[in-house]
């Protein structure tokens, strides 16, 4: 095996289970969705009140980033996913066996305060297990990861609705997430690496190197204008022990000795003045949040009249919308990747991360354009193709926005990228729930040609952000750089 295959099965054994529970988290609960027509019968509730099983969610799923994340810096990331991957699995029996649409929507709530605890961590741990040119890549997979709960949850969710009832959508989340956390609890190793500080190398060390070959290949920025220490001479220089399997799956780690939990919990705060991390969070609340409403909305308007559809048949419109979050993740990941190294080769080498927001361009094209054919779709009560073209186009947005923005945060803020993207998974959720609070009441007095025709509008300029990004980019973030603002 070499080196390269065996740094991408370790790097794999953490994040496989890591995508898989946060697929769960969404595939739990957002992928209930095609049953909101008929449980809004079943409780006597109207389509606003039956919106709440996914709205206040998304809310917790925000919030509950800021209390996972520093806690799992401080004690470790393993004891918390443990927990985690448990307390998820025993909400969804809870949801199965839920007499009341209360205790239904508290264990969705409930699991999104379990779901929460990856949204942010995930996007860390891509940082940490994976070099510059590999991000995008990485990243496009773990967006898929969130956003496939929310497409095929319902696409599943629609035929197991009408054969066996909506209960057996949330027994089958348990078995998955049960399978997950026995894998979690056996198999995936702390992450979370405290370096002693003998282990670090000297600059002069790494100057001594003299020929080509012992430098090794070297990721540049301009912004840095350093070199990264070649791994030949990291694996000489460093003796790692090895540790046993009982060790790698303990549940206590230590705890850091040069900061508080305190501190770790307000930490990311000052980096909102970043106008990287300001563009990223808004970008992807508003791409999630157009998707999302679109989720809450087409059960009660294709099992309704004139087009009277069963929910295995209103499920089906999850397959272009899957379509499109994989469309999303291969243009901002390995397209993005692909284009940013071309424009590194004609740039001397130096990579530049404001290249990663030239590809914006396809979720500006596309997003508003499905917002505008679902909305008309819709109420001129057209063609099922429209409603499903229009929500294929906007679902590019879920992958494609985040994966090209929280990339370009960590590229821009290596150091700080862990704070900066839990900054914007948590700020995203709160942005996108304060849309899709109002979406229904919205709907009921605009009408759906003027709310989705605004909706494309709120994205297409958030996503015009890019420009100046694009153009002072550089400058901005020499300039953020000297900024004192790291607690």
């Given at each position: 095996m070499t080196r390269s295959a065996g740094r991408a099965g370790r790097n794999t054994l953490p994040s496989a289970p890591l995508c898989t529970f946060t697929f769960l988290a969404n595939y739990g609960i957002g992928g209930l969705s095609p049953a909101f027509y008929g449980l809004s019968i079943e409780f006597h509730k109207t389509q606003s009140e039956t919106?709440?099983?996914?709205?206040?969610?998304?809310?917790?799923?925000?919030?509950?980033?800021?209390?996972?994340?520093?806690?799992?810096?401080?004690?470790?990331?393993?004891?918390?996913?443990?927990?985690?991957?448990?307390?998820?699995?025993?909400?969804?029996i809870w949801g199965a066996c839920a007499q009341s649409f209360e205790s239904l929507l508290?264990?969705?709530?409930?699991?999104?305060?379990?779901?929460?605890?990856?949204?942010?961590?995930?996007?860390?741990?891509?940082?940490?297990?994976y070099f510059l040119h590999e991000r995008g890549a990485k990243m496009g997979i773990y967006m898929n990861a969130i956003s496939g709960g929310n497409t095929v949850g319902p696409l599943i969710c629609g035929f197991v609705v009408q054969s066996i009832g909506w209960r057996w959508h949330k027994w089958i989340s348990v078995i998955f997430t049960a399978v997950n956390f026995f894998?979690?609890?056996?198999?995936?190793?702390?992450?979370?690496?405290?370096?002693?500080?003998?282990?670090?190398?000297?600059?002069?060390?790494?100057?001594?190197?003299?020929?080509?070959?012992?430098?090794g290949v070297v990721e540049k920025t301009a912004s840095q204008g350093a070199k990264e220490v070649p791994s030949s001479l990291a694996s000489q220089a460093i003796t790692v022990p090895k540790k046993t399997w009982r060790q790698e799956i303990s549940l206590w780690s230590g705890t850091p000795t040069d900061t508080s939990l305190v501190k770790l919990l307000i930490r990311p705060f000052p980096l909102l003045v970043y106008p990287a991390v300001i563009f990223a969070f808004l970008g992807y609340a508003v791409a999630l949040a157009w998707v999302v409403a679109i989720?809450?909305?087409?059960?009660?308007?294709?099992?309704?009249?004139?087009?009277?559809?069963?929910?295995?048949?209103?499920?089906?419109?999850?397959?272009?919308?899957?379509?499109?979050?994989?469309?999303g993740a291969f243009a901002g990941g390995w397209l993005v990747d692909g284009y940013s190294d071309w424009r590194a080769k004609r740039n001397g080498g130096v990579f530049q991360p404001e290249t990663r927001l030239t590809l914006l361009i396809i979720p500006t094209l596309l997003v508003p354009a499905g917002c505008l054919v679902f909305g008309y779709g819709v109420q001129q009560t057209l063609n099922w193709t429209?409603?499903?073209?229009?929500?294929?186009?906007?679902?590019?947005?879920?992958?494609?926005?985040?994966?090209i923005t929280m990339t370009y945060v960590?590229?821009?803020?290596?150091?700080?990228?862990?704070?900066?993207?839990?900054l914007v998974n948590g700020l995203k959720n709160i942005v996108a729930f304060g849309f899709l609070y109002g979406?229904?009441?919205?709907?009921?007095?605009?009408?759906?040609?003027?709310?989705?025709?605004?909706?494309?509008?709120?994205?297409?300029?958030?996503?015009?952000?890019?420009?100046?990004?694009a153009i002072f980019g550089e400058r901005i973030r020499h300039k953020t750089g000297q900024w004192r603002i790291i607690l």
């Open positions: 919106s709440a099983l996914l709205l206040w969610p998304i809310l917790v799923l925000g919030l509950f980033n800021f209390f996972w994340v520093p806690v799992a810096n401080y004690f470790g990331k393993r004891p918390v996913f443990v927990f985690a991957s448990l307390l998820l699995c025993v909400c969804y508290w264990s969705n709530i409930v699991a999104a305060f379990a779901g929460s605890s990856t949204e942010a961590l995930g996007a860390a741990i891509v940082s940490d297990l894998v979690v609890a056996f198999f995936c190793p702390e992450t979370r690496y405290d370096r002693d500080s003998a282990q670090n190398l000297t600059t002069s060390s790494v100057m001594s190197l003299s020929s080509d070959e012992e430098q989720n809450i909305l087409n059960s009660f308007v294709l099992q309704a009249p004139p087009y009277n559809w069963g929910p295995s048949i209103n499920g089906l419109i999850n397959i272009p919308g899957l379509l499109g979050n994989i469309f429209s409603l499903f073209f229009g929500y294929g186009m906007v679902a590019v947005g879920l992958t494609a926005v985040p994966t960590s590229d821009c803020y290596l150091p700080v990228a862990p704070d900066a993207l839990l979406v229904v009441p919205w709907i009921t007095k605009s009408g759906y040609v003027n709310t989705f025709g605004t909706q494309a509008g709120v994205f297409v300029a958030i996503m015009a952000l890019a420009i100046p990004l």
